[in-house]
Each structure stands twice: as C-alpha cells, then as structure tokens.
C-alpha cells in the first residue's frame, strides 16, 4: 500500500488509503494521517516520560532530546536530497516530499512505517535508513535499535580526540571510562551482527548487498521495515 502505517495503526481506526472525494483531499486526508503518526512515533521513540522543561531536565534526558532532534533533522535533509532526483517522490509537491522525508526519518528509528514504497528509494537513502534504525530510539522508549545515547557518547568521544582532551565530556560533564567502553561494545556488537547475517544472507539468497544489509538491520534494529525480500527469503 501507498501508505504502510494504516496497518501500524489500525488500533486508531485509520485505513491505508484516503476516502476523499478529490486528490487534494486524498492529499489532506494522507497527510494528517502521517503527521498523528509523527507525534506519536516521537512521542515513543524519545521516552514520553520526559517533560519539555529544557532547564529542569537532568542530563540525560538532555541529551536524548538534542540527538534525537538532530537525528531527525539530519534523517529528514539526507532523504530530502537523495529523492529529488529519484523515483520515489517524482509525483509529490515540495512540501510533500517534505513532509515524507520527515516521516520516513522519524518512523525509520521507531515505528517502522512507511507512506512510500521502500523499494523505489536511491541508495544512498537507503543506507541513511540503516544507518539510523541501528541507532534508534531512546533509552526507555518503545524504540530499538542500539539507542540515542550509545550514538551521543560515540560522538563526543569523537570530539574529545579531535580536541585532545583527556576524558569525554557532554555539556560540560565528565564521562566515566566505562561509559565508552559500554557505547563501543554496543556499537560493535550491532555492526557485526548486522554486517555478518547481511553478507550471508546476499550470499545464499543471492540478492544486493544493500537489500541484504537494509532487512538484517531493520531486524536487528527491531523496526519491521522491508524492502520488499523478507517474503522471499
């Protein structure tokens, strides 16, 4: 189906396909549908137990909070960018692009739902979805994936070495040792299950690497998205 959240969200009473009695309206209808879903995946995926009080929040939910918005950013641009040439959006307005970047970026680390067809998008979008249903949710959120603040702690790592600095430090809070030590266990456990069960299954199934490496990360990440081969394998 054109819009794969009406079964994800079927508890609510949505469909799969509009009922209005013009495109536009098909149009309206799709797009109210995708921005509920939104709120809810965000909702789920960055821990709803966290309050919007940015200067009473602790640490962590610091953190996940400005990851989370710089992934979504980050995921909505990068497919925003891949697609313009590509076939997935061909018969979408700008805002609809738009807004379908956005949702395929926020769903990609949460849900799991779709309102494209998986299967038609570049593959440099693509690999930005594996790349971000490795990193997933938030701890104590509905979401998998090896979690947001796994990815925080990479990065500052990253950037305490490009400033020389002795310790890892995030908002101007020292990070134990141990905390790397966990993030990089994590991050090279996902990266071997994933890259492993992708290179065996493209080998015995004899289908892309990138198809291969797009459905064991989804698994791993525990998204449910699929580019259409899960059923033939």
Same mark, same amino acid.
């Given at each position: 189906?054109?819009?794969?959240? @009406?079964?994800?969200?079927?508890?609510?009473?949505?469909? @799969? /396909?509009?009922?209005?009695?013009?495109?536009?309206?098909?149009?309206?209808?799709?797009?109210?549908? !995708?921005?509920?879903?939104?709120?809810?995946?965000?909702?789920? @995926?960055?821990?709803?137990?966290?309050?919007?009080?940015?200067?009473?929040?602790?640490?962590?939910?610091?953190?996940?909070?400005?990851?989370?918005?710089?992934?979504?950013?980050?995921?909505?641009?990068?497919?925003?960018?891949?697609?313009?040439?590509?076939?997935?959006?061909?018969?979408?307005?700008?805002?609809?692009?738009?807004?379908?970047?956005?949702?395929?970026?926020?769903?990609?680390?949460?849900?799991?739902?779709?309102?494209?067809?998986?299967?038609?998008?570049?593959?440099?979008?693509?690999?930005?979805?594996?790349?971000?249903?490795?990193?997933?949710?938030?701890?104590?959120?509905?979401?998998?994936?090896?979690?947001?603040?796994?990815?925080?702690?990479?990065?500052?790592?990253? !950037?305490?070495?490009?400033?020389?600095? !002795?310790?890892?430090?995030?908002?101007?809070?020292?990070?134990?040792?141990?905390?790397? !030590?966990?993030?990089?266990?994590?991050?090279?456990?996902?990266?071997?299950?994933?890259?492993?069960?992708?290179?065996?299954?493209?080998?015995?199934?004899?289908?892309?690497?990138?198809?291969?490496?797009?459905? /064991? @990360?989804?698994?791993?990440?525990?998204?449910?998205?699929?580019?259409?081969?899960?059923?033939?394998?």
């Amino acid at each position: 189906a054109e819009y794969g959240a @009406g079964s994800g969200m079927s508890w609510a009473g949505y469909g @799969g /396909t509009g009922t209005g009695s013009s495109a536009n309206d098909a149009y309206l209808i799709e797009n109210e549908r !995708q921005l509920f879903a939104l709120a809810t995946n965000v909702n789920g @995926g960055t821990n709803y137990a966290n309050k919007f009080n940015f200067k009473k929040l602790g640490l962590h939910s610091r953190v996940v909070l400005i990851f989370s918005l710089s992934l979504i950013i980050i995921g909505t641009v990068g497919l925003f960018v891949f697609e313009l040439g590509g076939d997935c959006y061909k018969d979408s307005s700008l805002g609809n692009k738009f807004l379908k970047s956005l949702f395929q970026s926020v769903s990609t680390r949460t849900a799991g739902m779709n309102s494209v067809d998986l299967s038609t998008m570049t593959d440099s979008s693509k690999f930005l979805m594996i790349i971000l249903m490795l990193i997933g949710g938030s701890p104590g959120s509905t979401a998998g994936g090896m979690k947001t603040t796994t990815f925080a702690v990479l990065i500052m790592s990253v !950037q305490a070495i490009f400033k020389r600095k !002795q310790s890892i430090e995030i908002m101007r809070r020292r990070l134990d040792q141990s905390a790397l !030590q966990s993030a990089a266990c994590i991050f090279i456990t996902y990266l071997l299950l994933m890259t492993g069960s992708g290179m065996i299954i493209s080998a015995i199934e004899g289908i892309p690497i990138l198809s291969a490496l797009f459905e /064991t @990360g989804s698994a791993i990440g525990t998204v449910g998205m699929s580019l259409g081969v899960t059923t033939s394998l």
